[in-house]
């Protein structure tokens, strides 16, 4: 058995980054410790919360999945998380929360303690639990929330078992909880420093699914590295579902599930937040993992931005089709809309668009035709015909976008370039076809015609750069479209490339030549 040191952190996911920020970091006053790319997908921003120095303990953390598919809490998952205040502050967080329009239930009595119950905005229960404990914490204090009022770190979570008595028994052997008291469905574990773990009954839930407003798992607190590999030693002993001890660069950690298949996580005390900034300055640099360094310009683009409570941000808008912006240091005021290929998302080219032009903010945009779970910008039959219906029906909803960007966003129309990848470069051809008042520049790469009749457009006035690829199977497409684009009045000019379907560096150069030859 461990020291029963209790949690150390626990991570959730979450749909809208800037949403998040302002509830943690805004609402509840929580200080944002560190933000990094993530350890295994470097695409992934992770945000980390804490009390004033970051300790163990105090860490909500968070997976930005940005505008990713809702999850479902079920058993094998935890139904909430608590975090501790003083029972006098009581009134100040409900007189708070309807200030920030924030609906609350409550106080109720929860073993003894007062609990004010609300929802972040990805829909996760937070439970604001009066308790005297944890007089020694270290709460980060705002302009508005006071040291007396400010969350003092976490209290604990409720998880949901269909096998509550093996995992109350597993959490009792191999992470130092002991059992404290029970109230219907629920048992209550406690850990010596005081918080608590309550192992929910679900028999008769439904099943979880992973996704955004779900906690993904629960880290407890090993004191060094011999404390974690006596843990891990006694879990590969009872054949668990354990791997290896990962080195996270702020803590040392390993994982396994519990029976009732709740994920659990163990993580060292250090090296800590402070191991690679201040803490004066903790939280205001984003941190790329060593093994994505070279790709560290790239990352950075992809990933998504945020604005601090009360700095200025992008307002974003109701618009038919998910969205990410990219807005560089120094903008130059041009903006370019980029539609990924199959199977790629809103961020796919913003990496070679930002190589290509520093200066331009990006639009990405994410297709809503779906194949075998992947995005697609229209849908395609089995014997590989497109279907017409939906590509005239996307290109409409398609418009209604530019237009809605436009005037929303107060981008230059004059300053607008679009730039599409294989599946996306052929619906624009076909949306600047069928919408020609909403047509600009447009760099295509490894593109094809889609369109079985071609409307009557006028497109003169337009510039197309088509890039093909020598070792493509579509090569030959782009002289197709070269010809009814040019027969609708557009400039048009075919590049090809000793390259093959997808993209590489020369696409980055050719794209840099095209964009400032039109500037």
Do not use: C
Not at 17 to 44: I, P, S
Not at 380 to 400: L, Y
């Amino acid at each position: 058995m461990t020291s029963a040191l209790g949690i150390h952190h626990i991570t959730m996911i979450t749909r809208k980054v800037q949403a998040n920020v302002d509830f943690y970091a805004g609402f509840l006053g929580l200080r944002l410790a560190k933000r990094t790319a993530g350890f295994e997908d470097a695409m992934q921003l992770h945000l980390l919360y804490g009390d004033e120095i970051a300790s163990p303990g105090s860490l909500l953390t968070f997976l930005v999945w940005e505008d990713g598919g809702q999850g479902r809490v079920g058993y094998g998952q935890t139904l909430e998380i608590s975090v501790a205040i003083d029972p006098a502050a009581i009134g100040f967080w409900l007189t708070r929360a309807l200030k920030f329009g924030i609906r609350t239930e409550g106080p109720a009595d929860e073993f003894g303690a007062p609990v004010i119950r609300l929802k972040d905005p990805d829909g996760i229960i937070v439970k604001l639990v009066g308790t005297h404990a944890f007089a020694d914490a270290t709460p980060h204090v705002t302009k508005d929330i006071a040291a007396e009022d400010a969350i003092r770190r976490i209290y604990g979570a409720t998880v949901l078992s269909e096998v509550p008595e093996e995992t109350v028994a597993f959490l009792e052997k191999h992470f130092g909880y002991r059992q404290q008291g029970q109230a219907g469905a629920i048992r209550r574990l406690v850990s010596d420093s005081g918080d608590i773990i309550d192992v929910r009954d679900a028999t008769g839930f439904w099943s979880s699914a992973p996704g955004t407003g779900t906690v993904d798992h629960i880290a407890f607190r090993a004191k060094d590295m011999d404390d974690l590999n006596t843990v891990l030693t006694g879990l590969k002993s009872l054949n668990s579902s354990t791997t290896n001890a990962h080195d996270r660069k702020y803590f040392h950690s390993l994982y396994v599930r519990e029976p009732g298949g709740v994920l659990i996580e163990m993580a060292t005390d250090g090296p800590g937040m402070t191991v690679d900034e201040p803490l004066e300055t903790l939280g205001e640099k984003l941190f790329i993992p060593p093994l994505f360094m070279k790709d560290e310009a790239d990352v950075r683009v992809a990933l998504p931005q945020f604005a601090m409570p009360g700095e200025e941000r992008v307002i974003y808008r109701d618009l038919p089709f998910v969205h990410r912006f990219y807005t560089p240091d120094e903008a130059d005021g041009s903006t370019i809309i980029l539609l990924h290929g199959s199977g790629g998302s809103e961020t796919s080219l913003m990496p070679l668009a930002h190589r290509a032009a520093p200066g331009a903010t990006l639009l990405g945009v994410r297709g809503r035709s779906t194949e075998e779970d992947i995005a697609r910008w229209f849908r395609r039959f089995p014997d590989f015909s497109f279907d017409q219906k939906d590509i005239v029906s996307e290109a409409e909803a398609f418009a209604a976008f530019v237009e809605g960007a436009i005037h929303s966003y107060g981008l230059d129309r004059s300053k607008l370039r679009f730039t599409g990848h294989s599946n996306g470069a052929n619906f624009y051809a076909a949306f600047a076809a069928l919408y020609p008042e909403f047509a600009g520049d447009a760099l295509l790469f490894r593109p094809m015609p889609v369109l079985e009749t071609w409307p009557q457009s006028d497109l003169s006035g337009r510039s197309f750069l088509l890039v093909a690829g020598e070792r493509d199977k579509y090569r030959d497409g782009a002289n197709v479209l070269q010809g009814r684009l040019a027969a609708s009045g557009a400039t048009v000019e075919v590049k090809t490339l000793e390259d093959g379907h997808e993209l590489g560096l020369t696409d980055i150069e050719v794209a840099r030549r095209w964009l400032t030859d039109l500037s």
